[in-house]
């Protein structure tokens, strides 16, 4: 049952995700979907929406559309109107599995958790599951975020709660944990011993591609670093869990977040909002001239930030991250840059100074895994130069087509949760990054620069790793 079910979300990303399920024989025979939206549009304008939907993203054999239009019902209704979940209940007999997929915005999350209770319908008999999948943002800051889930355990049990964060359905953000725990080369050198700091780098080119309105009470902040950046912070950052199951796996990653210390939202953190430039050869608006956005709006649509793991793996070594609008290329990707080679050897050669050794993970647009180490210059001389090892899933697999939810929807299904945001990490991602929430909102002096759209963020954020002795690696070449 999908509440938003007219929505985007539901045309651009769920139903092309079940598709692709339903081709690779994942989704049963007596599957069915239920859309509920509060447009009065009846069985048959429904099943017109998912018919024009499904051509237009996804395209495919048309027998694949008939088989979810069978087996499509709607039921319109306000979130909040019993009449509604009344109807819901004609529908589905006790006897059945059920997934209440919540696609519609954050502010409607509480009231159909609570309906939904009230009707009975998340009440599992005997040998049947029902579960809420609930999107992001989960909250807006740490106290509505306890509150939120303090009001949905009223009515589910933890395990019937799936709160996404779409970053997990990645392949190559789950491929992180492979390449830390399957490859025995990687871990003995995963430690403050080794590694000299890492760089977490979500830049994208969009700006708010008309979602100003809610943008702008959001922010780049709240937007993306406790629950994108984080992700990839805690599978960089765990320790190898004892199994490979939800509550190992997650018990784990609430560590790393556990252990961040306190941030200082004036030394450790710079914000900034676009200007006007170009991205390519695309004129691009400043963010204040972007429909709905306030003209003098103080919403960051860039944020970097320098963080410290206090544990024995990464005591000492520092975690950069950096997210952004408007910025001159579309790239998500981490790199772990390595401690220099002592220089003594090359003491008396030309060799002034030896290419740091990375590992960066691209995770978005290309997707693979690149080393850079030094290499003998060809000559007679002793000069050095950094090279670059590359593997590139798409050259090395043939990747089937995905919108990343295939996983997280199939996953819910079977009851598997690894991939699941629980409680306790949300409120965690909430509690690290609640200092700077509270010092913009309470310090209207911190500064917010303004960088160009197309460009590589503010200045200010070079120099947050140039006080280090560091550069960010480069967002345009
Ligand atoms: C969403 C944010 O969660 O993630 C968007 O709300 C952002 O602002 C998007 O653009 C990025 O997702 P992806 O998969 O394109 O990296």
Not at 398 to 406: I, L, M, R, V
Request: proline share 6%.
């Amino acid at each position: 049952m999908i509440f938003g079910a007219t929505g985007d979300l539901t045309r651009r990303l769920l139903m092309p995700a079940l598709r692709n399920l339903r081709r690779n024989r994942l989704l049963p025979d007596d599957f069915a979907l239920v859309g509920v939206a509060s447009r009065d549009i009846g069985d048959d304008g429904f099943r017109d929406h998912l018919r024009q939907g499904m051509e237009q993203f996804g395209g495919g054999a048309r027998d694949d559309i008939d088989w979810f239009l069978q087996r499509s019902r709607y039921v319109s209704g306000k979130f909040e109107s019993p009449e509604a979940y009344k109807a819901l209940n004609g529908l589905l007999p006790a006897e059945r599995n059920a997934l209440f997929y919540l696609a519609t915005p954050p502010g409607e999350f509480e009231v159909i958790a609570r309906r939904l209770g009230k009707a009975g319908l998340l009440h599992e008999s005997e040998g049947t599951w029902r579960r809420l999948v609930i999107e992001k943002p989960f909250g807006h800051d740490l106290p509505s975020a306890v509150a939120l889930d303090k009001r949905l355990l009223r009515v589910a049990h933890e395990n019937q709660i799936f709160r996404i964060d779409h970053y997990l359905g990645k392949e190559t953000v789950q491929n992180i944990l492979v390449l830390r725990f399957a490859n025995g080369f990687v871990e003995p050198l995963w430690n403050r011993d080794h590694i000299d700091h890492v760089q977490i780098t979500v830049a994208e080119t969009v700006g708010v591609e008309g979602r100003g309105k809610s943008y702008d009470g959001t922010g780049a902040l709240r937007d993306m670093v406790p629950n994108h950046l984080f992700q990839l912070l805690t599978l960089i950052g765990m320790e190898p869990p004892s199994h490979l199951n939800a509550d190992a796996l997650r018990a784990e990653k609430a560590k790393v977040l556990h252990a961040v210390r306190p941030l200082d939202p004036r030394r450790d953190v710079v914000r900034g909002q676009y200007g006007a430039g170009r991205i390519g050869d695309t004129a691009v608006a400043a963010y204040r001239q972007e429909p709905d956005v306030p003209r003098d709006s103080q919403t960051e649509t860039y944020v970097a930030m320098k963080m410290a793991i206090d544990n024995w793996r990464w005591a000492g070594v520092p975690f950069y991250l950096r997210t952004g609008k408007a910025l001159g290329r579309r790239r998500t990707e981490i790199t772990v840059q390595f401690r220099q080679a002592p220089l003594t050897l090359f003491r008396d050669t030309p060799v002034e100074r030896l290419p740091p050794n990375d590992l960066t993970l691209h995770i978005q647009p290309e997707e693979g895994v690149s080393l850079r180490f030094g290499v003998k210059i060809p000559g007679p001389t002793v000069r050095i130069d950094g090279a670059n090892m590359k593997f590139s899933y798409s050259d090395a697999f043939e990747a089937q087509p995905s919108t990343g939810y295939e996983t997280l929807i199939y996953d819910c299904m079977m009851g598997d949760a690894s991939l699941f945001q629980p409680a306790e990490t949300i409120e965690a991602g909430w509690g690290a990054i609640q200092p700077i929430l509270d010092a913009w909102q309470q310090d209207p002096r911190i500064p917010l620069p303004v960088y160009d759209a197309g460009g590589m963020g503010p200045t200010e954020a070079d120099e947050l790793l140039a006080r280090d002795h560091r550069r960010w690696r480069r967002i345009i070449r």
